[in-house]
């Protein structure tokens, strides 16, 4: 169970373009979903934090306007990179937490590697 | 405020010699404590949690972690490496729920024949 479903695993495209990713929780509902980004060799790092049905919050230096965040259902979360350009290119990972108190952790989605030329 | 510090960016051991993948801890709460182990180009699988309950925690694949909190510690071991353990691991703490969580550098684990 606590399944999460990343979309695409990778994407290729040039530099300019927009770039949506889906983060769907499979078989349970997640009221609050996270997005990270991880450099090479690196940890992860939390970009924001997405209740269902409000706005996301983003941490420090993220840019709201460049990287969008939509959770429009309790399964399904976007991240949409706008305009990307090559300093964009990471990989990209959700989590799920789910909201019934059942004291399970975060469930991560298994990533999206986003190459920007 | 929490942090974690994993005190070793690379770990190698041979096939069939013990692990230990050391992490420390610093937190404001009573903490609860994960190790995620992440293989390339996925995303983060959970190994084994700490929630308060038993100090010695058995997690998958033959992992466990013991938490000590005298040493603000959270070591993960194993007595015996297989090459399918090669793999980036994660010490990673939280707070009130899960809903903070804070990701050690890690520590990538390199298992020789």
């Known amino acids: 169970g606590a399944v999460v479903s990343q979309h695409p695993s990778w994407v290729i495209c040039k530099s300019g373009t927009s770039v949506k990713i889906e983060c769907r929780s499979l078989?349970?509902?997640?009221?609050?979903m996270f997005w990270y980004r991880q450099f090479p060799k690196q940890s992860l790092m939390l970009m924001a934090t997405?209740?269902?049905?409000?706005?996301?919050?983003?941490e420090q230096g993220v840019e709201k306007d460049k990287f969008l965040i939509n959770h429009a259902s309790l399964t399904l979360s976007t991240l949409t990179v706008t305009s990307a350009h090559p300093e964009d290119s990471s990989f990209y990972i959700c989590?799920?937490?789910?909201?019934?108190?059942?004291?399970?952790?975060?469930?991560f989605g298994d990533g999206t590697r986003l190459s920007i030329l | 405020a929490q942090s974690v510090t994993q005190l070793d960016s690379h770990v190698s051991v041979s096939e069939g010699t013990p692990v230990l993948l050391r992490c420390n801890y610093s937190s404001s709460y009573s903490p609860s404590l994960f190790w995620y182990v992440q293989h390339p180009n996925k995303g983060l699988q959970l190994l084994l949690k700490?929630?308060?309950?038993?100090?010695l925690v058995k997690g998958i694949n033959g992992f466990e972690a013991e938490f000590k909190k005298s040493e603000t510690s959270f070591h993960l071991t194993k007595p015996s490496a297989h090459m399918s353990d090669a793999a980036e691991y994660f010490c990673v703490v939280s707070g009130k729920g899960y809903s903070t969580l804070t990701f050690g550098k890690g520590t990538m684990l390199l298992v020789s024949p």
């Open positions: 078989d349970f509902q997640a009221t609050t």
């Open positions: 997405s209740n269902e049905g409000s706005k996301a919050t983003y």
């Open positions: 989590s799920a937490e789910s909201g019934d108190n059942s004291n399970q952790p975060q469930h």
């Open positions: 700490y929630t308060s309950a038993a100090t």
